[in-house]
């Protein structure tokens, strides 16, 4: 698989998250009733759980030993993405499966809070590792001889 197909691969289930994110969101509207409002919302939220670890894993068996390669930064990045980045997406997932299991009152709050972070957290992953700097597959050497 080439670095441009993976940093594909990954945007694309960035897309497909931001979607359930956006779906998850509709079930704290305040048209819908408490009782359909509860149920979308455990079911948006369990949806979207699973999707992230799922993504989460794909993700990192991709990246784990590749972003030691790309460029000079390679060996940060890898301890931003083993140290950093793993515990992220653990307290995600908390996060994600906790919510529907909060009373109504305060779940709403605690779902936005869990979405914005998803949101944030997925952003930053596009700056750090998911860019055309980082996964292209052109490899350009710099000659500061060839005049």
């Known amino acids: 698989m080439t670095l441009s197909q993976i940093r ?25 009733d408490d009782a359909s409002m509860a149920q979308n919302r455990l ?12 993504h989460n894993r794909r993700e990192e068996h991709l990246l784990r030993s590749l972003i030691l390669t790309v460029d000079a930064w390679g060996r940060a990045r890898a301890e931003v993405m083993t140290d950093e980045h793993v515990r992220e997406h653990e307290a995600l997932h908390r996060g994600l ?14 779902m936005d809070r869990v979405l914005d972070a998803l949101l944030s957290h997925l952003a930053h992953e596009e700056q750090a590792f998911l860019n055309d700097r980082v996964l292209c597959d052109d490899i350009v050497v710099a000659d500061p001889f060839s005049g």
């Not at 694309?12 to 509709?26: D, Y």
């Not at 499966?97 to 605690?110: D, W």
């Open 8 to 32: 594909a691969e990954l945007l694309q289930q960035h897309a497909e998250l931001r979607r359930m994110v956006e779906r998850a969101r509709l079930c704290s509207e305040p048209a819908c």
């Open 43 to 54: 079911s948006e939220m369990r949806l979207l759980a699973d999707a992230v670890q799922r």
């Open 97 to 110: 499966l906790a919510t529907p299991c909060t009373p109504s009152e305060f779940a709403n709050a605690g």
